[in-house]
């Protein structure tokens, strides 16, 4: 069962369509990946899952049910991308202050304060503030504040902006390990090769409109463009065929074939195999989702215009 | 504990925790104190004595000029302008050679100009020489008659009793109302300012340090400025209950210093005074007498109103506060320009005030003190005069009711700007945008 369903969602601004007709559902458990060029309608569409705005139209439903901001927003974590943390305030006044906001009571919270700074090298930080800080430490803290009341629902807007290689993947583990232990993540971004590596799931939304929508395996093959890398021990001379033909030819013996409509594989390797090709290495090439992101963007403004809306 | 609990406790225990809370709160009221003993004592240390040599060829002066705490007379006939100082004199007085009681062309010659102080002092000296001399001879009585007559004359009172408490003896001191009023007033405007900015900071603060939208994402933006103006509003009674603590004492401290049958008596004689209490010093009469003419004031009603309308003004204006830091970003000077707007009313209120309070019952005065935006300030400097001498129940009840819905007003419209602001980030709004806000 989807853990959440957005339908229809609209919300328009005096100068722009923000979100405009968005539908989607997302698995309990899985990593959904929310894509989109800066000013595409993530933040706002975020905002509206987690009850900060109201749809003009469309309704989120959450577990099954209208979402309810008042009770089930203790069931999210949100992490925005404008993310900030009292400066003056102690580092774990402030966890135990964000965790009581969310419902936990003072107890649970200190445990599991305790249990998240221990696993995250963060037990000395208890009584510095958060100005002493560094960028990345700060995240790390914003990203344990966000989910220590074990939500079940976990939005993170730009988790690793900021964190250096190593703070990204003890970051990343912490999120495999969540998604692990039952909780759905929402991961919104625009750097693809991390949607690519976490994501199970992904949508991807442009000037307001949803224009894809599915697993990161089915998009990846919806875009894939017949393109194959083959090895050769020496470049063989390749004739004229109906079979393929060669879109890319490198100095290290590899050819880059496009096959043409209604080719096999098999037909392909077989034509090398009888000219005597000695084949060292066949492998299918497949898009980026940064090409089919840039593919699918491309064209359209970079910068979003401002219009006005009759709606 | 409720989630706005949570965010009271935060606000309030984040500024009372502060050094410079505890500081300025002890320290104000001592500072305050210390300017007022330190111009005291600068304005006593400045009076040096002065020694005046006299040289009176009528020997009219001789009979009743006194030397006193200021000035020392000496009447020495050996003493003309060219040795007055060597003889240890600052100055010499030389009266008139001719015409008995002549009141002009008196000389006073010294090396340096003698302060201001001393100059009145001696000139005052001389007028009233002359006045008793006038007196004596055109009545043929003795000139020390008639300074004990003075004084009885001087001791004359008028006291103004309201109407409806003849009979009750309460006497009514108009002076001692509108000092109260104005200090109780001012003081409400002063705390509306700066806790008023102490709450639009804090808007700023969560605003510009992004940490608005995580919290928003836990509580309802209205539960947040609810919140921060709740707790700093405790942040502000916190410190008024201290000061008031501490007046307590200073004032128990000086009590305690009057010996009991002193306090008696003046209690008995309700602050008029004459020559049986002599053995006790002047000051502590004059503690005594502080003290007694404080009584006259009902102090839990004046204390209750300053609470009720500092928390009523408080949150009027500070929701408005609220409002415009969510609106603004870092920049101190777009806030300024829309904090214009909300800070004129105030001023208003303060300019009504000082009219109002030489005439607290005038037409100006009671509708001043209705309207929720200036009341706070206009009816707390009427409400000393005397509840329900000078202002009737119903004029109170009506005035504290209107800023009761006043600010359940102010709180709502701000909470929809509040709302939306808190999570734009860009240029600063209009005045057209807030109120586009305001109605969405």
């Not at chain 2, 040599?53 to 006194?66: F, T």
Request: charged share 20%; with cysteine.
């Amino acid at each position: 069962m989807a853990i959440l369903e957005a339908q229809n969602l609209k919300k328009y601004f005096a100068t722009q369509k923000a979100v405009d007709d968005i539908s989607f559902s997302i698995e309990r458990g899985s990593i959904f990946g929310l894509l989109g060029p800066n000013g595409a309608g993530k933040t706002t569409l975020l905002r509206m899952i987690t009850g900060i705005f109201y749809p003009d139209e469309g309704q989120v439903l959450f577990d099954g049910k209208p979402f309810d901001p008042l009770n089930d927003i203790q069931y999210i974590g949100y992490m925005p991308e404008e993310r900030g943390l009292y400066k003056k305030m102690k580092i774990g006044e402030q966890a135990l202050y964000l965790a009581q906001l969310k419902g936990l009571p003072k107890n649970d919270a200190m445990r599991l304060i305790k249990e998240w700074f221990a696993r995250l090298d963060m037990q000395t930080w208890w009584n510095k503030k958060v100005e002493d800080l560094s960028k990345g430490m700060s995240q790390k803290l914003q990203f344990v504040t966000t989910v220590l009341h074990q939500p079940k629902l976990i939005i993170l807007d730009e988790p690793f902006s900021g964190l250096d290689p190593v703070n990204s993947n003890v970051i990343k583990d912490e999120i495999f390990r969540l998604a692990k232990e039952g909780s759905t993540i929402i991961f919104s971004t625009h750097r693809m090769e991390q949607v690519e590596e976490i994501c199970d799931h992904i949508v991807l939304v442009n000037r307001g409109k949803k224009i894809l929508d599915g697993t990161v395996r089915n998009i990846k093959q919806q875009f894939k463009e017949n393109l194959f890398r083959i090895g050769f021990a020496e470049t063989p001379v390749v004739g004229n065929n109906n079979l393929f033909e060669v879109a890319k030819k490198t100095d290290d013996q590899t050819l880059i074939v496009r096959l043409n409509k209604g080719a096999t594989t098999n037909s392909v390797l077989s034509h090398f195999l009888q000219n005597g090709a000695n084949i060292t290495s066949f492998n299918e090439i497949l898009p980026s989702l940064n090409e089919i992101f840039i593919r699918q963007v491309e064209g359209t403004p970079a910068a979003r215009q401002f219009q006005t809306v009759t709606a | 504990m409720g989630k706005i609990g949570l965010i009271i406790k935060r606000e309030y225990l984040s500024r009372v925790r502060k050094k410079t809370f505890i500081l300025t709160t002890i320290l104000t009221p001592l500072l305050f104190v210390g300017v007022i003993g330190l111009v005291v004592f600068i304005t006593v240390k400045n009076v040096t004595h002065q020694t005046v040599a006299v040289v009176d060829p009528n020997g009219y002066l001789k009979q009743s000029l006194e030397s006193n705490s200021v000035v020392t007379y000496t009447f020495d006939s050996n003493v003309d302008t060219s040795n007055f100082a060597d003889k240890g004199y600052t100055a010499i007085l030389i009266a008139p050679q001719t015409g008995i009681n002549k009141t002009s062309n008196f000389q006073l010659v010294s090396d340096k100009s003698l302060s201001s102080i001393a100059n009145d002092r001696i000139q005052d000296d001389i007028a009233t020489t002359l006045e008793n001399n006038i007196i004596s001879d055109s009545l043929k009585i003795d000139p020390k008659l008639i300074e004990a007559i003075k004084k009885r004359a001087d001791e004359t009172k008028l006291v103004q009793i309201k109407k409806d408490e003849y009979g009750t003896l309460q006497q009514s001191n108009f002076k001692l109302a509108s000092s109260i009023g104005y200090v109780t007033a001012f003081l409400i405007y002063i705390t509306l300012f700066i806790y008023g900015v102490m709450v639009m900071r804090g808007v700023m603060e969560e605003k510009t340090n992004r940490i608005a939208e995580v919290i928003v994402s836990s509580v309802k933006p209205f539960q947040l400025m609810l919140g921060k103006i709740i707790g700093i509003g405790a942040v502000g009674l916190t410190q008024f209950f201290i000061w008031i603590i501490l007046l307590f004492g200073i004032s128990t401290i000086l009590t305690s210093m009057i010996p009991p049958d002193v306090l008696h008596q003046m209690q008995q004689q309700q602050g008029s005074f004459n020559a049986s209490s002599q053995q006790t010093s002047e000051a502590v009469q004059t503690i005594a007498a502080a003290k007694s003419t404080l009584s006259t004031i009902n102090w839990p009603l004046v204390i209750g109103c300053f609470v009720f309308f500092f928390i009523g003004g408080y949150l009027f204006y500070a929701s408005l506060f609220a409002a415009v830091g969510s609106a603004v970003n870092e920049d101190i000077q777009d806030a300024q320009s829309l904090t214009f707007p909300i800070t004129l009313p105030i001023i208003i209120a303060i300019i009504l005030m000082i009219n109002c309070i030489n005439d607290p019952t005038s037409q100006l005065a009671t509708w001043s003190s209705l309207v929720p935006f200036f009341s706070p300030i206009v009816m707390m400097a009427r409400v000393p005069f005397g509840v329900p001498g000078t202002v009737p129940y119903w004029q109170l009840g009506t005035s504290m009711a209107l800023l009761v819905l006043g600010f359940l007003f102010t709180t709502w419209l701000s909470a929809k700007i509040y709302r939306t602001g808190i999570l734009m980030y860009g240029k600063k709004p209009t005045w057209k945008e807030l109120i586009k806000w305001a109605r969405m």
